[in-house]
């Protein structure tokens, strides 16, 4: 699947809170979490325009991914793609992209429970590491050199 990354703006703040609506609202009222003001107050607090990375595919914009470097580790927060991007390949090929740029690197990452996306980074190699009341920690060890795609 063919995409690239664009840098984001403090613009595209309002269009990447709609995205992670459209995106988790049915996830969120499963467990009964979804809060229009607090997806706000969340996206808000952790909108970064240095980490957050717009997914285009297709010529248009697919979604989007946070990556932030702490002295230990990288952190993937954010990753949402639109409907029609789904299923595809692309979620698994900007994964893929943002492990090989650090290889070697451990790479952690919070889902919410009884979401699908568990099982897909699961397949991608990312273990289990803790599990809060509503959410899973994963890592992805680096070990051996080379991302889970690759």
Same mark, same amino acid.
């Given at each position: 699947?063919?995409?690239?990354?664009?840098?984001?703006?403090?613009?595209?703040?309002?269009?990447?809170?709609?995205?992670?609506v459209r995106v988790m609202r049915a996830h969120l009222e499963r467990?009964?979490?979804?809060?229009?003001?607090?997806?706000?107050?969340?996206?808000?607090?952790?909108?970064?325009?240095?980490a957050f990375r717009l997914i285009e595919s297709e010529g248009r914009r697919a979604g989007c991914v946070a990556?932030?470097?702490?002295?230990?580790?990288?952190?993937?927060?954010? &990753? @949402?793609?639109? /409907?029609?991007?789904? *299923?595809?390949?692309? !979620?698994?090929?900007?994964?893929?992209?943002?492990?090989?740029?650090?290889?070697?690197?451990?790479?952690?990452?919070?889902?919410?429970?009884?979401?699908?996306?568990?099982?897909?980074?699961?397949?991608?190699?990312?273990?289990?590491?803790?599990?809060?009341?509503?959410?899973? &920690? @994963?890592?992805? /060890?680096?070990?051996? *050199?080379?991302?889970? !795609?690759?």
């Open positions: 699947m063919i995409f690239a990354f664009r840098p984001t703006t403090e613009g595209d703040f309002e269009a990447l809170l709609a995205l992670s467990v009964g979490r979804f809060d229009p003001a607090r997806r706000r107050a969340r996206m808000r607090a952790c909108f970064d325009p240095v990556v932030v470097e702490h002295p230990d580790h990288r952190e993937i927060h954010s &990753f @949402y793609l639109e /409907s029609w991007a789904q *299923g595809r390949g692309l !979620g698994r090929a900007v994964l893929d992209a943002i492990l090989a740029e650090q290889p070697g690197r451990s790479t952690r990452l919070e889902v919410l429970k009884e979401s699908p996306a568990a099982r897909f980074y699961e397949r991608a190699g990312f273990r289990l590491v803790a599990e809060a009341p509503f959410d899973l &920690f @994963y890592e992805w /060890s680096g070990v051996g *050199g080379t991302a889970p !795609g690759a």
